[in-house]
Each structure stands twice: as C-alpha cells, then as structure tokens.
C-alpha cells in the first residue's frame, strides 16, 4: 500500500504528467513519468513476502508493576535477503518499535526491547507487525508474524509478616475438612476398622492390648487471614490511589501466604482468591490480584464479609472512614481486625478492637505492619 507521501507523489506526477501534456511542454510530463514509476517501483519492490519464522520470548511472563520486562524477538529468513524492514509489536495499547537488521538468506537475529509495565494487568504481547518499506518511503506492506503471548504486570508488594491470633487456641485446635494437606494431629487411639490405611496402625498399643489399635488424627485448621479491598470505583477518584491498595491488599496475601496460612480475598464483588496454606498459594494470589479493577456494585466490600466464615485476622483496605461502623460491626466475628486506609482526605478515629493504619506508600506500610505485630 502506498504511505501518505506515495500518495502524494503519484498525485504530483499525475498533475504534472497532465500538464505537460496538455500544455505541450516535455518537461513537467517527463518528472510526471519519473514520479508515477518511482510509485510503480515502490509497490513492486514490497510486493514480494518474506519468508520468515518469528518467535518471541517474554522474560519473565510475571513481572511486579514497574519492574523491567523485556521481549526477546528471534526472526530466521528462510528465504532470500530481505532488507527495508521494521517492525512494530503490540504491547497492551501501546507499539513498541523494534528494529530489525538486513536479513540475509538463511540468516537469523535476535532483538530485544523493553515492555511497558507501568500499569497492572494481563498485557498481550503481538502479533508481531512486520513493514517492508521501499528507500524512498513511498510504499509499504504490513504483515503479522508470530503467536500472541501474555504479559503479566502484577501488583508491587513488601514482605509482611503473619499477624498474630489474638486468641488462644485449643492445642489440636477445630477440625474442619477445609484444612490444608499436613495439619494432621494425633488425637486418639481407637479399635481398626475395615478401610483404615495400615500405616495408621500403632503397633505397641495393639501388641498390648491384643487387639489392632489405629491412631486417630485431626485436621488443626489454620486461622484464615481475610483480605476485603473496597472496589467500587466512587471509592477512588484517583486511580494511583487504587493501585496503592492493590498493592497493600497483595502484600498482606502474599505475607500469608508465604507463612503457609491459608488466605481470603474478597471484593464487593465477590471472592477473588481463596487458599488453603499450600504450596503456590502467593502465585495464585498475586495472579487473581492482577486482573482486579474497579468495579460498581451495590454492596461495599464489608458487606461479603458477612457471609465468609468467622476466625483469624480480618484486614479492610479503604480510602476513607465511611464504612469503619460496618467494619466494626463484624469484629466480634475475627480475632483481629485491622483498617489499612490508602491516602485518606481526612482524619478518623479507630473503633473499639479495631486497628486503624493510614498508609501514604508501600514503604509506609511496611513500618506500620512491623508496629502493628506487636500490639495485640
């Protein structure tokens, strides 16, 4: 296809050939001829399809927000030498120019160039848009070249440690048979039963006694840390302010965790993760966080809390105090219960039992959450 300029030129030459001719002069109807094959030449000369196999590489797929990421373009000809070649690979709603050298026949190269990671979410990366271009930059020809990939723009996170119950348990604590695999906890010896595995079987009880005595073992579930990020978009009227509570709500799961202990993330609307202290749990976690956007809803984000079983530490992350009476009207439900308000306009006072941090950055977290671990 022809370029503005090619368009430009073949209209100049068309006039001028037209002229020139009417007018009985050969000049003009001669740069007339010269511009109208300089198009013609143009168009041919990116006609020929490069023979070429494209693939690229993302490293790494998952990056925190701001952190570098690049991709890595490998084009081999497999036909003859092309030159004249750009290229442009799609990034989210941003182009990344790439450049790409004269290819010889058979010959191959590899590009790299950065990737845009300013703004959280699932980035796709291509189709590869391959121009050929003529010297004189009066035609070209786009291709796509490639299979698209996924770029994964995470929220930022500080290490935060568990916080601590703020009740005692029982030593075998509750069952429950949401318990992750390895809380298992000798409870009891009782008679075997049909069905019972063999490796339960305690050998010294049963040559005591006579009779075939297995132990008797108990899920001990691990306190769930519950995080409830407000969504709803008439809560952030800066979008900074947004992400800087993804980022604290991502920080306080994955400082779960990481320990070990299963997590909760909750939205107005509805659950957005949900672990149980198992291996992977802070990919998962910071993966489902990833595509969390402003969202309207009727109901604020306390109120799913409600519905979420009662016990461990309940964590609200908010921009003002509008909702801390509905926050405290679920204390009695959680053995902690603690408000982290991103960059509020104004001043508010903590409820009774409830532990209210203002939060201007991730590293101001980070010194709060230390203070916070020890105040019970």
């Given at each position: 296809?022809?370029?503005?300029?090619?368009?430009?030129?073949?209209?100049?030459?068309?006039?001028?050939?037209?002229?020139?001719?009417?007018?009985?002069?050969?000049?003009?109807?001669?740069?007339?001829?010269?511009?109208?094959?300089?198009?013609?030449?143009?168009?041919?000369?990116?006609?020929?399809?490069?023979?070429?196999?494209?693939?690229?590489?993302?490293?790494?797929?998952?990056?925190?927000?701001?952190?570098?990421?690049?991709?890595?373009?490998?084009?081999?000809?497999?036909?003859?030498?092309?030159?004249?070649?750009?290229?442009?690979?799609?990034?989210?709603?941003?182009?990344?120019?790439?450049?790409?050298?004269?290819?010889?026949?058979?010959?191959?190269?590899?590009?790299t160039?950065?990737?845009?990671?300013?703004?959280?979410?699932?980035?796709?990366?291509?189709?590869?848009?391959?121009?050929?271009?003529?010297?004189?930059?009066?035609a070209?020809?786009?291709?796509?070249?490639?299979?698209?990939?996924?770029?994964?723009?995470?929220p930022?996170?500080?290490?935060?440690?568990?916080?601590?119950?703020?009740?005692?348990?029982?030593?075998?604590?509750?069952?429950?048979d949401?318990?992750p695999?390895?809380?298992?906890?000798?409870?009891?010896?009782?008679?075997?039963?049909?069905?019972?595995?063999?490796r339960?079987?305690h050998?010294?009880?049963?040559?005591?006694?006579?009779?075939l005595?297995?132990?008797?073992?108990?899920?001990?579930?691990?306190?769930?840390?519950?995080?409830?990020?407000?969504?709803?978009?008439?809560?952030?009227?800066?979008?900074?302010?947004?992400?800087?509570?993804?980022?604290?709500?991502?920080?306080?799961?994955?400082?779960?965790?990481?320990?070990?202990?299963?997590?909760?993330?909750?939205?107005?609307?509805?659950?957005?993760?949900?672990?149980?202290?198992?291996?992977?749990?802070?990919?998962?976690?910071?993966?489902?966080?990833?595509?969390?956007?402003?969202?309207?809803?009727?109901?604020?984000?306390?109120?799913?809390?409600?519905?979420?079983?009662?016990?461990?530490?309940?964590?609200?992350?908010?921009?003002?105090?509008?909702?801390?009476?509905?926050?405290?009207?679920?204390r009695s439900?959680?053995?902690?219960?603690?408000?982290?308000?991103?960059?509020?306009?104004?001043?508010?006072?903590?409820?009774?039992?409830?532990?209210?941090?203002?939060?201007?950055?991730?590293?101001?977290?980070?010194?709060?959450?230390?203070?916070?671990?020890?105040?019970?």
């Open positions: 296809m022809l370029t503005p300029l090619g368009w430009g030129t073949a209209a100049v030459s068309a006039a001028l050939y037209a002229a020139g001719w009417w007018l009985g002069y050969p000049e003009p109807a001669v740069l007339g001829v010269a511009g109208l094959a300089a198009v013609a030449a143009a168009l041919l000369w990116t006609l020929p399809r490069p023979r070429l196999a494209v693939r690229r590489d993302i490293a790494p797929v998952k990056v925190a927000r701001g952190e570098p990421a690049v991709g890595v373009l490998h084009v081999k000809n497999e036909g003859r030498a092309v030159r004249g070649l750009s290229a442009r690979d799609a990034a989210g709603p941003t182009d990344v120019a790439v450049d790409v050298p004269r290819l010889r026949s058979g010959g191959s190269r590899s590009v160039y950065r990737l845009p990671t300013e703004r959280r979410g699932e980035i796709p990366v291509g189709p590869l848009r391959l121009v050929r271009s003529d010297p004189l930059r009066l070209r020809r786009v291709r796509e070249y490639g299979t698209p990939r996924t770029l994964l723009v995470r930022r996170t500080v290490p935060l440690a568990l916080l601590p119950s703020g009740r005692a348990h029982h030593l075998d604590g509750p069952t429950s949401r318990s695999a390895g809380t298992a906890t000798f409870h009891a010896l009782r008679e075997y039963v049909i069905g019972d595995e063999l339960h079987i050998w010294k009880s049963s040559a005591r006694t006579g009779t005595m297995v132990r008797q073992l108990v899920d001990a579930s691990l306190p769930t840390t519950t995080v409830v990020l407000e969504a709803r978009p008439e809560s952030w009227p800066e979008p900074d302010d947004f992400e800087l509570a993804v980022d604290a709500a991502a920080s306080v799961a994955a400082g779960a965790a990481s320990a070990s202990f299963p997590v909760r993330v909750l939205t107005g609307a509805g659950p957005v993760a949900d672990t149980r202290g198992g291996p992977g749990d802070v990919e998962v976690v910071l993966d489902r966080l990833t595509a969390v956007a402003p969202e309207p809803g009727p109901r604020s984000a306390v109120d799913v809390v409600r519905r979420v079983p009662a016990g461990g530490s309940l964590v609200v992350i908010m921009r003002d105090g509008a909702e801390l009476g509905r926050v405290a009207s679920v439900r959680f053995d902690r219960v603690v408000v982290l308000r991103v960059r509020p306009a104004q001043e508010a006072s903590a409820p009774p039992g409830v532990h209210l941090v203002d939060v201007a950055d991730l590293d101001a977290l980070a010194e709060a959450w230390r203070r916070l671990g020890g105040v019970r």
